[in-house]
């Protein structure tokens, strides 16, 4: 499912599974021998260092991940799901969790996704961010299921079928 396609790229671009609040910054004895990481500081226990902390650009964060696209490539492919150049040169952490949302949204991309599974796509997106979700999925080639209340959006995503499922029926729109 699409949701946790999403999280495991956003994982993997932003190390994205929140610390407790609060939590005590303390070296993280499972981490291998000089990659040492402290708790609190964007880091996992078990993975290597490199793929812990994303100081770096978003440009970097994801040529890091996409190892196989040349960083004119990334640009493209980021530009596509509006992260324009203010995003892709600021420090990847610094991005909202929408942009967070359309780099995972990217690299989904990236790595040649035929099938989306999209649930509540719209939730907690401000309207550009929206926007760009809507172009993007407009040059989407693959399968798209998507499951939304969002009419708007509905509407403005090109479907070759549409069913609907109300009081308990499943019917095709």
């Known amino acids: 499912m699409i949701v946790g396609e999403v999280d495991q790229a956003r994982a993997q671009l932003f190390d994205d599974d929140p610390?407790?609040?609060?939590?005590?910054?303390?070296?993280?004895?499972?981490?291998?021998?000089?990659?040492?990481?402290?708790?609190?500081?964007?880091?996992?226990?078990?993975?290597?260092?490199?793929?812990?902390?994303?100081t770096g650009s978003l440009l970097d964060t994801f040529g890091a991940v996409a190892t196989e696209l040349e960083p004119a490539e990334v640009r493209t492919l980021l530009a596509k799901f509006g992260l324009k150049a203010d995003?892709?040169?600021?420090?990847?952490?610094?991005?909202?969790?929408?942009?967070?949302?359309?780099?995972?949204?990217?690299?989904?991309?990236?790595?040649?996704?035929?099938?989306?599974?999209?649930?509540?796509?719209?939730?907690?997106?401000?309207?550009?961010a929206i926007e760009q979700l809507e172009s993007a999925l407009a040059s989407y080639n693959g399968t798209l299921l998507l499951v939304t209340h969002d009419r708007r959006m509905l509407d403005a995503v090109r479907t070759t079928r549409r069913v609907e499922v109300a009081d308990g029926r499943v019917s095709e729109v």
């Open 19 to 54: 610390d407790p609040v609060g939590a005590p910054s303390q070296p993280d004895q499972t981490a291998a021998a000089g990659q040492t990481a402290v708790a609190g500081d964007g880091a996992r226990p078990g993975r290597p260092r490199a793929a812990q902390a994303r």
């Open 87 to 128: 995003h892709v040169l600021r420090p990847a952490h610094t991005l909202s969790p929408g942009e967070r949302t359309r780099a995972a949204l990217a690299l989904l991309q990236a790595r040649g996704v035929n099938l989306l599974v999209l649930d509540e796509p719209t939730n907690h997106l401000d309207l550009p």
